[in-house]
């Protein structure tokens, strides 16, 4: 996941590769939620492991529910339920910025309150605090139930608890339909709790939303041994004596709404073979899969089976769109994106619901396509989108609501529209980790499957003698902007410490070339593996790293392990220290570091570091090494250290790790086009 305050996108040309989705937000809090009243434990397979489900399953284990990890390689819980009764009267329940916890907890709550007793406070971020929740308290009333409003009326926080008077279920029960589904959802999944002696009947005022949400509340509620009768959709019974039984097992389905952000990437940039998602398909309970009619409708050519879609381009550039997206609420966000890559203007309608979501998406959408060009009417209930005449790099604001970062991350396709001419600009995505709230690792499965020429991606170097800072630096900036580091110093030192392990002489150029153009090794934050082992501690040795220098001269040696190095040239960017990145291994990078500092400033660090590590070390000793070093590796032949003409020095004598990091983030951001 990326937790950096942005991630910036190149621009991207390409993508062809399978994916597997995260499994659905909706079905799974949903099925934690009925798995924690039901009788019985329940195995739940897929479960999405994000921020939303979290906080679900942080209040059934409040709530007394018991929650183990499922057996299998795919993320799951076991969970034993309440059998319909409270073993925890009163609690106080945080539940993030998760609607689909909020609503539903709340009946549920309620109701089971006002049946056996108890206080609940539930509350969330102030976002939720601002999502309107009225509709399903004035249902609730009614009935009997008693709720305080702890903030704003109409609002999270609430308060609910025993009331004056028994349950009242007698005459029907009315909820309106027209501001979010999840208050119906949330009453549908409450109330078989209480649906004893007489049934139970809902009905709904003014004009039902987001339909295909209601459908899989009641698929599920089947699967719990709930069967609700329907007529249309305004009147919704609960048969008498309904009680949820557990089905034993249950797996998630991939998340729909998740899906429309491959569907409409295959629909741009899938020209050499298709994008494969797999996890959800054809037959999926979830409204969301109604947006591969949408994306065919705009040109993408989708085949869909059990489990599985595949999308090609087809028309290009895409074709724009007159469509009601009441029953694709979530995922017509993304056709807003997709209406950046189409000839004529989109209008996208019935998305009223927008408003009351993780932040007033209409309002938000319309300011962020704007920045990169494109022209935009927002309604109260629509979005026309024309595309940009010219697109302008832009730093999107994600309003810490998932899904603009997800969908905007597919302007960086810019490029590949016939006015853009290859060229294409760049997008920032700040905020990036909000994306947790449904696909923590959206960005990463994004970039397993685009291609994109590794000459296009961006790189940083940091050049510079023993000691200066740079892999520290390094490290930190790769850090502060997400991308990728590559210590090519710990690449020498590795076939240093290979060629001492297998008694290859530092003379024998052929053998020592031979081992470094097979050297088994991964990097990743923290480690450093030679064949299967971790190394970090044996390559900080200083004879390891006087034995690099000695095999770093060596031109058969640097040949061999060029490919290896240029390998980490991956999206989203790299960040590569050394000797030689500016000059030859990157010499076309974006930007160049020389950092350097006095040579009584780097034994002090470097002494430091050892006595840190427990080393004792004389500073002289350590100054006199150091100056050795430094004179090998400027006067060997090939790659000697030096900084490249177009290398911006920095003598950080004087500087903290801080100031240096500092120094070099702020060079790169005068670099960029936001
Ligand atoms: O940065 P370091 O101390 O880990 O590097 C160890 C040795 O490897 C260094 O003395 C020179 C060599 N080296 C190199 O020649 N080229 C690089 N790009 C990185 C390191």
Same mark, same amino acid.
């Given at each position: 996941?990326?937790n950096t305050?942005f ?11 399978s994916v597997?989705?995260p499994?659905?937000k909706?079905?799974?809090?949903r099925?934690?939620?009925?798995a924690g ?5 329940t ?6 492991d994000?921020?939303?489900?979290q ?5 059934l ?8 990890a ?6 799951g819980?076991?969970i ?6 409270l073993?925890?009267? *009163? ?10 916890a909020m609503?539903p ?6 109701l ?5 007793g108890g ?16 509709d399903l308290?004035d ?5 009997g ?10 609002y999270?926080?609430?308060?609910l ?9 007698n005459?029907?029960i %009315? ?5 979010s589904s999840?208050f119906?959802t949330?009453?549908l999944?409450?109330l078989?709790l209480a ?7 809902i ?18 509620l089947q699967?719990f041994?709930i ?7 305004s009147?919704f ?9 557990s $089905?034993g097992?249950?797996?998630?389905e991939? +998340? ?6 491959f569907?409409?990437?295959?629909a741009i ?5 298709p994008?494969?998602i797999?996890?959800v398909?054809?037959?999926? &309970?979830?409204?969301d899969v ?6 065919r409708a705009?040109?993408a050519h ?5 489990g599985? &879609? =595949?999308?090609r ?5 895409l074709?724009?769109i007159d469509?009601? %997206?009441?029953?694709?609420?979530d995922?017509a ?23 009351v979501?993780?932040t007033?998406?209409i309002?938000a959408?319309?300011i962020?396509?704007r920045?990169?060009?494109?022209t ?6 629509f ?7 010219a697109w302008?790099?832009?730093?999107i604001?994600?309003?810490d609501?998932h899904?603009?970062?997800m969908?905007f ?5 810019n ?6 001419a290859?060229a ?5 995505i700040?905020e ?7 696909? $923590?690792?959206?960005f990463?499965?994004?970039f397993s499957?685009?291609?994109? $020429?590794?000459a ?5 170097t940091?050049?510079?003698p023993?000691?200066?800072?740079k ?8 850090g ?6 590559? +210590?090519?110093g ?14 290859i ?12 153009a097979?050297?088994?090794?991964? %990097? ?6 030679l ?17 690099a220098?000695k095999?770093?001269a ?6 061999a392990?060029?490919?290896?190095q240029?390998?980490?040239?991956q ?8 000797r030689?990145?500016?000059t030859?291994?990157?010499?076309k990078?974006d ?5 350097t ?5 780097r ?6 570091q050892?006595? =840190? ?6 500073i002289?000793?350590?100054c006199? =090494? ?12 090939v790659?000697?250290l030096?900084a490249? =003409? +177009? ?9 903290s790790?801080e100031?240096?990091?500092a120094?070099?983030l702020d060079?790169w *951001? ?5």
């Amino acid at each position: 996941m990326f937790n950096t305050p942005f991630l910036d996108l190149p621009p991207l040309l390409g993508a062809a590769g399978s994916v597997r989705l995260p499994g659905s937000k909706s079905i799974s809090n949903r099925v934690l939620l009925l798995a924690g009243l039901c009788e019985g434990t329940t195995a739940i397979h897929q479960l999405l492991d994000s921020d939303d489900t979290q906080v679900m399953l942080a209040a059934l284990r409040t709530l007394g529910c018991k929650v183990e990890a499922a057996s299998g390689d795919d993320y799951g819980v076991r969970i034993s339920g309440l059998g319909g009764r409270l073993q925890v009267r *009163e609690a106080a329940l945080f539940l993030g910025n998760a609607g689909t916890a909020m609503r539903p907890l709340t009946a549920v709550l309620a109701l089971l309150a006002t049946l056996q007793g108890g206080r609940f406070d539930l509350s969330g971020v102030q976002r939720m605090h601002e999502r309107p929740i009225g509709d399903l308290v004035d249902a609730l009333r009614p009935l009997g139930c008693r709720i305080d409003y702890l903030g704003q009326e109409g609002y999270p926080p609430l308060r609910l608890q025993t009331g004056a008077a028994p349950l009242q279920i007698n005459a029907p029960i %009315c909820v309106r339909g027209d501001v979010s589904s999840q208050f119906l959802t949330a009453l549908l999944m409450a109330l078989p709790l209480a649906a004893q002696a007489s049934p139970v009947v809902i009905d709904v005022t003014g004009e039902l939303i987001s339909r295909p949400y209601i459908d899989i509340t009641l698929k599920l509620l089947q699967r719990f041994g709930i069967e609700v009768m329907r007529e249309g959709w305004s009147r919704f019974t609960i048969p008498a004596g309904s009680r949820y039984r557990s $089905p034993g097992e249950i797996h998630v389905e991939g +998340d729909a709404s998740s899906a429309s952000y491959f569907i409409a990437l295959g629909a741009i940039a899938a020209t050499a073979g298709p994008v494969r998602i797999e996890g959800v398909g054809a037959a999926s &309970i979830q409204g969301d899969v109604g947006f591969i009619d949408a994306a065919r409708a705009m040109g993408a050519h989708v085949e869909a089976g059990a489990g599985w &879609i =595949e999308v090609r381009r087809a028309q290009w550039p895409l074709r724009a769109i007159d469509l009601d %997206c009441n029953a694709i609420p979530d995922a017509a966000m993304t056709l807003a994106v997709m209406a950046l890559f189409a000839t004529g203007r989109t209008r996208l309608s019935g998305i009223a619901s927008w408003r009351v979501k993780e932040t007033d998406r209409i309002a938000a959408m319309a300011i962020e396509l704007r920045k990169l060009g494109a022209t935009v009417v927002a309604g109260d209930d629509f979005l026309e989108v024309t595309a940009p005449a010219a697109w302008q790099a832009a730093s999107i604001h994600t309003y810490d609501d998932h899904r603009i970062a997800m969908c905007f991350s597919l302007a960086a396709f810019n490029a590949l529209l016939p006015q853009q001419a290859a060229a294409g600009v760049a997008v920032r995505i700040l905020e990036p980790r909000c994306v947790a709230k449904t696909f $923590p690792d959206y960005f990463e499965t994004l970039f397993s499957i685009v291609q994109t $020429p590794a000459a296009r991606i961006p790189v940083i170097t940091i050049d510079g003698p023993s000691a200066s800072g740079k892999g520290t630096v390094a490290s930190a900036v790769a850090g502060a902007l997400g991308y990728h580091l590559l +210590d090519s110093g710990a690449v020498y030192r590795a076939t240093a410490l290979a060629a001492s392990r297998s008694g290859i002489a530092l003379d024998d150029e052929t053998g020592l070339a031979g081992l470094a153009a097979s050297l088994d090794l991964v %990097c990743s934050a923290g480690s450093v593996r030679l064949d299967g082992f971790e190394v970090m501690d044996a390559l900080r040795d200083e004879a390891v790293g006087a034995m690099a220098s000695k095999v770093a001269a060596l031109p058969a040696v640097r040949t061999a392990l060029l490919r290896l190095q240029l390998s980490f040239r991956q999206l989203p960017g790299l960040v590569a220290d050394g000797r030689d990145m500016g000059t030859v291994i990157f010499d076309k990078a974006d930007l160049k570091i020389f950092l350097t500092a006095s040579a009584a400033t780097r034994a002090r660090r470097r002494q430091a570091q050892l006595i =840190e590590a427990g080393i004792s070390a004389n500073i002289d000793t350590l100054c006199a =090494e150091l100056e050795m070093r430094d004179a090998r590796d400027k006067t060997r032949l090939v790659a000697p250290l030096k900084a490249a =003409e +177009d290398a911006v020095l920095l003598d950080n004598s004087f500087l903290s790790i801080e100031q240096s990091v500092a120094a070099v983030l702020d060079i790169w *951001e005068q670099r960029r086009p936001f």
